[in-house]
Every structure is written in structure tokens, then in C-alpha cells.
């Protein structure tokens, strides 16, 4: 397995019209906005599009983003893998727009879901309360369930991966439509 390459927002903007861009988040981020000509293929839906992925990495190099880096890390490592060299942006797309680099928002698009950031920070604080709440006035031992939130917190960190995120871009507001993977897909095998 190789190391994936990284490629600082200035130099992908310069080789923007020889990459094939592949946007790892959830259809709710992707829609908040993305690098203009970015496909949306989420982190958990990378398995399906493998083929496709596989042919468009032979016809030219695939730069995969995400939010900050680290799930466009984690997808490059799971092609590598399976064979598919890509390259990761690093700073994902808020390191593009901080310097200055427009994102896409497409007209009409429905008011966009929380990033996954803010999503785990919202379920990992509230489980954390829930628990102490219930630690306080019911029994003592549900304060375990804020120290394995914190267990987990801290092993996400570690590993620079994310359980709970995995299991939150399972729900339905973060999953694409059957539909709009299709015609990603179908983008991805003619582009």
C-alpha cells in the first residue's frame, strides 16, 4: 500500500481541469458547498463506486475531499488498498475556502444539513449530559456512559477515525438518494 498524496489547495486549483474530484462527505455537507466539479461519493459509499473509481484513477489522477482531510485520508487509504492510487486535499474544503477559493452551492439546493463535525460534537455533548443528568438523579452508574463517550472521544483521536460519525452518516438526512448516487456515478464513468 502506498501513502496517498496530498496536494495543497493552491496546487489543485492549478490542476483543477486535470482532476477528477471526489467529494467524500454527506449530501447535506456536499450541498453546504463544494469545489466546483466535485462528485459527491460518501466516505461509506466508496465500496459501491470502487469500479468506477478504479477506471477514473487509470484515466487520470482522482483528488478525494472532505471536510478538513481526515475522512479524505481514511478513503485514500481504503483505494490504496484496493489498488486505486488517489490523492487527498489537505485541509479538505475549508482549507480551500480559507484561502480564498470559491465553493459551489447549487441554486435551489435545500438548506444543508450540519456538517459531520457538528453533528458528533451535538450527539457526543448531549450523550455526555444525558448520562451525568441521569448519573445525578437516578443511579450513579449511568456516569458511565459519559466516561465511555469520553473513552471514545479520546480513541477517535487516536486513530483519526470516528465510530460515531460512521453511525451518524448512517442516518437519513446524511445519506444520498439511490438516485443521485446513480448519476454521480453515471458523471464519474463518462467524465
Given amino acids: 500500500m502506498t501513502t496517498p498524496t496530498t496536494l495543497e489547495p493552491r496546487q489543485a486549483r492549478a490542476r483543477l481541469h486535470e482532476l477528477t474530484i471526489v467529494d467524500v462527505r454527506t449530501p447535506g455537507e456536499y450541498a453546504g458547498g463544494h469545489i466546483s466539479g466535485a462528485l459527491n461519493i460518501p466516505l461509506d459509499q466508496l465500496d459501491r463506486a470502487l469500479p468506477d473509481l478504479r477506471t477514473a484513477a487509470q484515466r487520470g489522477e482522482v483528488l478525494v475531499v472532505c471536510a478538513s482531510g481526515a ?62 443528568a ?44 439511490k438516485a443521485d448516487l446513480d448519476a454521480t456515478l453515471a458523471r464519474l464513468r463518462n467524465s
Avoid: I, Y
Fill in 71 to 132: 475522512r479524505s485520508e481514511n478513503a485514500c487509504r481504503m483505494l490504496a488498498e484496493n489498488g486505486v492510487h488517489t490523492a487527498t486535499l489537505a485541509g479538505g474544503t475549508g482549507a480551500w475556502a480559507a484561502q480564498g477559493h470559491d465553493l459551489h452551492r447549487p441554486a435551489g439546493s435545500t438548506k444543508p444539513t450540519w456538517g459531520m463535525e457538528r453533528q458528533v460534537r451535538l450527539t457526543a455533548g448531549s450523550v455526555v449530559l444525558f448520562g451525568l
Fill in 134 to 177: 441521569l448519573g445525578e438523579f437516578t443511579h450513579p452508574a449511568f456516569r458511565l456512559l459519559s466516561a465511555g463517550v469520553a473513552g471514545g472521544l479520546v480513541f477517535s483521536a487516536v486513530t483519526n477515525s470516528c465510530g460515531m460519525a460512521a453511525v451518524l452518516a448512517k442516518l437519513p438526512h446524511n445519506r444520498p438518494r
